[in-house]
């Protein structure tokens, strides 16, 4: 598989991982954390007030989510398609530093040294969000950590 194709092949999986947890919202809102976000959890660029068409957000959720995978792709190059899907739908969701940062994220400690199935073990851990200044598992990041967690070792299994 040429790097495009398995680049479009990561991007589609991750992207059908995100949309159903994200949903789809055209107006901008608040998500639990308090961050401006709109269309498909995109939180750049939101303007408020502004209704986004459904093509804006498809749009939108293709350019976060290829920027998502080329993180996965730089920091933990050569992974199986729907390992690196899994771990892209987290980055989308969390940002590169659940994959990239080893000095912040065991997951990209394991990664690094090689243990894959136990950095798809570590997503579950992922699950929290702070919300009031406090730190509050929330229970749709539950589902969806477990989610990606399933899909990562699945991709293991191929």
């Known amino acids: 598989m040429t790097a495009g194709k398995r680049t479009i092949a990561i991007l589609g999986i991750a ?6 947890f994200e949903g789809l919202r055209q107006y901008a809102y608040y ?13 750049k660029t939101v303007i408020k007030g ?9 749009a939108l959720l293709t350019a976060d989510m290829t920027e998502a995978v080329n993180y996965v792709e730089r920091c933990a190059p050569g ?6 899907a899994a771990l892209a739908d987290a980055v989308f969701n969390l940002g590169p530093k659940v994959v990239c ?11 690094k040294d090689g243990d894959v199935a136990g950095a798809c073990n570590q997503l579950p851990r992922w699950s929290y969000a702070k919300v009031a200044g406090r730190s509050v598992q929330l229970p749709g990041l539950v589902k969806r950590r477990e989610a990606e967690r399933s899909m990562c070792l699945e991709g293991l299994k191929a």
């Open 15 to 20: 992207a059908a991982v995100a949309a159903p």
């Open 31 to 43: 998500d639990p954390p308090g961050v401006l976000t709109v269309c498909y959890g995109h939180t």
């Open 50 to 58: 502004r209704k986004y068409s459904i093509e804006e957000c498809k």
């Open 79 to 84: 992974l199986p398609v729907h390992t690196a």
């Open 101 to 111: 940062d080893t000095n912040a994220s065991t997951l990209a400690r394991l990664l």
